[in-house]
Each structure stands twice: as structure tokens, then as C-alpha cells.
């Protein structure tokens, strides 16, 4: 497959990477057969999370004994040096690898989140460490914050910046994409199929192809939707006028119902968790039912606290009905709760 070069980590990279997070759904044997199926294709960016379940694991099976031909990303969501180390020290457990090569910050979208990070003895310094003793090669961050990704990438502290970029959530070709090229800072594009919100993957991937210096991620789960993949970046089709206008009527449509995660409507004065509960659809749709129904179970008996005051819808800076979309991803919940034998 054709390679790129991500940034200033020099690391050649297949241009198109596995996301590892739909892997958790599926049987262990599916999930190392599906990974080691990308491999195959030609994928050589393989990124999961410390917060990713047993994605971590599945993928150390997967690639055994063909280490040498994968660039391994990973991250931590820790906020201080104690807990990073840990997940560090677990992830290279997990991978059953000596080396990652690149560790990254994990959903750093607050300014208070990325002063930690950077506090002096703080993560940074940490993993800048484990740099040193070659347990990590490069350093990474990930965000949904434009202000923050800007930031992170002025910052020259950070090799790659993760963020989401998709025909839907294009801001990032604006001001982020150029920054980080011209700063020769690898950008990684996060949610290319908009978190599930588009399933034509031929008019996702063939406007990523524009960008050809950037590197989308696909989280998949069936090898068959990585061979579509695949076969769109490699073919050098360009968007048709028709499609030009799918990308369009698909933005009207979607554009203002699909939520960037960057947290600017919070906090919300009764408490309701409101970026968590944006994205139910899409952690219903990607997310083991077990951990779904579990882990965010509590946040939906929250949103009841909702007294529809509006501020939040206030604050979002692409005018979503919040009020509407909690009501109608509440309602999913609990109509999936049931259907799956957890209500
Ligand atoms: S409308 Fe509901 S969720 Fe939004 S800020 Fe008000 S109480 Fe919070
Ligand atoms: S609802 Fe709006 S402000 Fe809140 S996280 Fe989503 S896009 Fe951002």
C-alpha cells in the first residue's frame, strides 16, 4: 500500500492505519484474524488505548512474530506521572512488545487536562523518560478541541496530533492540518466515517484523499470493510461532481446533528454529563454491550436531571439541539438495554 511520512516522527506509515476500538466487540479469534487481515492488506498503523478494553490485548495476539512490520500507537487518558506509568507499563504488557512507537495523550480537550500534562515532573516528562529508555519512540496527543490541538501543535512538544476530520467535522483543513504540516507535526485523522454517522466509505475515504499528507484511522471490524478501504486510497479516482454533491446534501443533512466532542457545552449546571451522552449512538454501535449498559447506564438516569434550561445549546459552536439529540439517544439506550437482554 502507499506510504506516508507522519510528520516528525520520519515513521512511514501505510495511509490509511486500523483504529482499534470495534475490535472489542467481536470474538477473541475474530478480533486477531481481523487484525492480522488489515496486516495483510498492507496496513502497517495499527492505534489502540490503554482504555480500550481487551483491544490491546487482541491486537499483541494479532501481531506476534510480525512486530517488525507494524508501527504500534497507543495512549493513556492518565493526568499525572504515577498513573501514566502504569498504563504505559500495562499497554507494553498487553502488546507484548518492548517498544511503542508512539504513545500518546488521550482526549486531552480541556485546558486544565493539557496543563497537566505538560506540569512540569508531570506525563510529559514521564513519558519523555521512557523516551530516553527507548520504551517509547514518539510522543503523541489527541483532542477534540481545536484550541487545544492548536495549542498542542504550536507547542513543539508533541511529534503527532490526533483529531476528529471527516466531510462532516472538516474544521481541522482550516487552520489545524496547515499548522501541523508547516510545524511537521503528524496529523492524525480520527473518525473519518464521522463515528458511524456515514457509511459510504467510498465518498469518506475519497475526500481524505485530498489531504494525502494526513493519515486517517478506519476502526473497523469486518477485514471485507478494510479491503474497501484500501482499494478507494489506492485507486486514484477523484470525486465526481455527483459525489461533490452527496458530500454536500450529506452536510446539510448531518451537519448539524453530529457532535465533535470538544466539550464547550459543559459543564451543565444540574450535572448532566452532556458530551457523553451525545456520542450513546456511537458507543452503542462500537462499544461491547456489556460495557455500554454498564459503565453508562448512570449517566442516563442523570440526564433526567435535565431542567431544558438551554444554556448548553448556548454554548455549542455548531448549534446542535442538544436537548432534542439527549432525548433521542436516552430513548436508544434504553430500547437497546432491553433488546439486549440488560433491561
Ligand atoms: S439544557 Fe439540560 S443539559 Fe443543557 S445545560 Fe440545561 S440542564 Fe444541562
Ligand atoms: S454538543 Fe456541541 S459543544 Fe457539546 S461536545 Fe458536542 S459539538 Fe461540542
Do not use: W
Amino acid at each position: 500500500m502507499k506510504e506516508i511520512r507522519l510528520g516528525r516522527t520520519r515513521l512511514s506509515v501505510s495511509a490509511v492505519g486500523f483504529g482499534g476500538i470495534p475490535i472489542q466487540r467481536l470474538s477473541e479469534a475474530d478480533a486477531v484474524d481481523v487484525v492480522r487481515h488489515c496486516l495483510d492488506l498492507g496496513v502497517t498503523f495499527v492505534d489502540t488505548a490503554n482504555g480500550y478494553t481487551t483491544s490491546e490485548e487482541r491486537i499483541g495476539r494479532a501481531i506476534a512474530g510480525r512486530r517488525e512490520s507494524v508501527i504500534l500507537a497507543t495512549k493513556t487518558a492518565a493526568r499525572d506521572g504515577k498513573g501514566v506509568l502504569e498504563h504505559l507499563a500495562l499497554s507494553l504488557e498487553r502488546l507484548g512488545v518492548k517498544t511503542i512507537d508512539l504513545y500518546q495523550f488521550h482526549c486531552v480537550s480541556s485546558p486544565e487536562d493539557y496543563e497537566s500534562i505538560v506540569a512540569a515532573g508531570g506525563p510529559l516528562d514521564v513519558v519523555r523518560e521512557a523516551q530516553a529508555s527507548r520504551h517509547v519512540r514518539h510522543i503523541g496527543l489527541t483532542s477534540h478541541s481545536m484550541e487545544t490541538a492548536l495549542k498542542a501543535v504550536e507547542s513543539g512538544r508533541f511529534a503527532t496530533i490526533m483529531f476528529p476530520f471527516n466531510f462532516i467535522a472538516n474544521e481541522a483543513a482550516e487552520e489545524l492540518i496547515p499548522l501541523a504540516l508547516e510545524r511537521d507535526v503528524g496529523f492524525i485523522a480520527m473518525k473519518p466515517l464521522a463515528g458511524g454517522a456515514l457509511d459510504n466509505a467510498t465518498l469518506a475515504f475519497k475526500y481524505l484523499r485530498q489531504f494525502p499528507q494526513i493519515l486517517p484511522i478506519a476502526g473497523i471490524e469486518r477485514a471485507e470493510e478494510m479491503e474497501e478501504i484500501v482499494a478507494i486510497m489506492e485507486s486514484p479516482a477523484e470525486l465526481t461532481p455527483g459525489e461533490r454533491d452527496e458530500i454536500q446534501r450529506l452536510r446539510a443533512e448531518l451537519g448539524n446533528r453530529f457532535c465533535r466532542r470538544c466539550g464547550y457545552c459543559q459543564p451543565c449546571p444540574e450535572g448532566v454529563s452532556i458530551q457523553a451522552l451525545m456520542i450513546l449512538d456511537s458507543v452503542i454501535k462500537r462499544m461491547p454491550a456489556a460495557h455500554v449498559f454498564g459503565d453508562f447506564a448512570p449517566l442516563v438516569d442523570e440526564a433526567g436531571a435535565c431542567t431544558e434550561c438551554g444554556e448548553c445549546e448556548e454554548k455549542c459552536p455548531y448549534g446542535l439541539p442538544i436537548r432534542e439529540m439527549v432525548k433521542e439517544r436516552v430513548a436508544l439506550f434504553r430500547s437497546e438495554m432491553v433488546r439486549c437482554g440488560f433491561g
